[in-house]
């Protein structure tokens, strides 16, 4: 994967996390009153006029998976909410749920697979939305090396971003289709996953998303066989969900649920205005990672019918979902202890 598209690694979270939880607390944050005060999670001391401020840390820089956030803040859903929304890059990828965790920012990007090993480890965190529904992790072999099922995988060398759940992916699927999976071989490629596949250094890739490094290995030339590890036995998971703690959720729970609904609103505008949310996002870009517009055009069409909900609220989360994730984390080793699902997910708009 390029270094500008950096992701979550869904590791367990270590005990630094839970260590520092209570020196992360000190920060200050203020309020729309202006007035200091501890942790962005506290509620807001204000008369009902005052809009709530929420701080929302992104998973990573300002992509199409983010439209619906920036069409909720322009078309002002968060204003008719009495929100004042402050959207924040992170400086490491790694960094939201920790924030989140710590009362640092009240809600965060993260991953479904991420809040389960989280809340494995006792860490306070909750999924109250799922952003987009479906796994964009896929497997990725080049069209030209005839590599054009997992099966044939057996024997090969795969470059990974060192992330187990990734490396299990691999082998689920290729065991699924009928290979030897203790005959593979991984090699840590970081996120470099683009130029792994474009040089050769490896014969397959894991860890690179379908929206995203297979969009611009076609574009530089490059096109690919993609095998979907929920073709093979994975289970389907939520690749985005919307994350706050449990300290938060309890203190800020209306703003939580107005924060939902404003999203879904921009998720609407998004869906019937592409070419405006699309110019919009480009405006939003950062100097630092900017964008290609016409990968991000693509990517906003593939992630639209993903962030669907169909008959049910945007952001609705199916308890069984949830239940098949942590049961297969908990077969596979992924996780050491149970994780209650009542606890690591509600939907605060049904």
């Not at 598209?5 to 920060?27: E, F, M, P, Q, V």
């Not at 950062?286 to 993903?306: C, G, N």
Request: glycine content about 6%; some cysteine; charged content about 25%.
């Amino acid at each position: 994967m390029k270094p500008t598209w950096k992701r979550l690694s869904n590791i367990l979270l270590t005990s630094t996390l839970a260590l520092g939880l209570t020196a992360c607390g000190a920060g200050t944050s203020t309020t729309s009153t202006g007035t200091p005060e501890q942790g962005s999670a506290a509620e807001p001391a204000a008369s009902s006029q005052t809009p709530t401020e929420l701080t929302v840390a992104l998973d990573w820089y300002p992509n199409a998976v983010h439209s619906f956030l920036y069409a909720a803040e322009e078309q002002g859903y968060f204003k008719e909410e009495n929100l004042k929304v402050n959207l924040q890059m992170p400086s490491d990828a790694n960094d939201p749920l920790k924030m989140v965790a710590a009362g640092q920012v009240d809600l965060a990007i993260s991953y479904q697979t991420t809040m389960v090993q989280a809340r494995s480890e006792s860490v306070p965190v909750v999924s109250i939305a799922a952003l987009v529904r479906e796994p964009l992790n896929i497997i990725m072999t080049r069209e030209d090396s005839g590599l054009t099922s997992p099966k044939q995988l057996e024997g090969k060398n795969i470059g990974y971003p060192s992330v187990p759940i990734d490396e299990q992916k691999v082998r689920e699927v290729v065991k699924a289709d009928g290979g030897d999976a203790g005959k593979l071989t991984f090699t840590d490629i970081g996120f470099d996953i683009v130029p792994a596949l474009t040089g050769k250094k490896v014969d397959a890739v894991v860890g690179g998303y379908i929206n995203h490094e297979k969009l611009i290995l076609e574009k530089n030339g490059i096109p690919v066989n993609v095998f979907k590890p929920s073709d093979f036995g994975v289970p389907n998971y939520y690749e985005l969900v919307l994350a706050t703690s449990d300290a938060t959720l309890e203190k800020k729970k209306d703003a939580l649920q107005a924060f939902v609904r404003a999203a879904a609103k921009g998720q609407d505008y998004v869906e019937q205005n592409k070419e405006a949310a699309l110019k919009s996002l480009l405006d939003k870009q950062s100097s630092e990672f900017p964008l290609e517009a016409d990968i991000e055009k693509q990517s906003l069409d593939i992630l639209i019918p993903l962030m669907d909900a169909g008959d049910k609220a945007f952001g609705y989360q199916k308890k069984e979902d949830w239940e098949q994730l942590i049961k297969w984390m908990k077969e596979k080793q992924l996780i050491g202890k149970d994780v209650v699902v009542d606890e690591v997910m509600k939907n605060v708009v049904e």
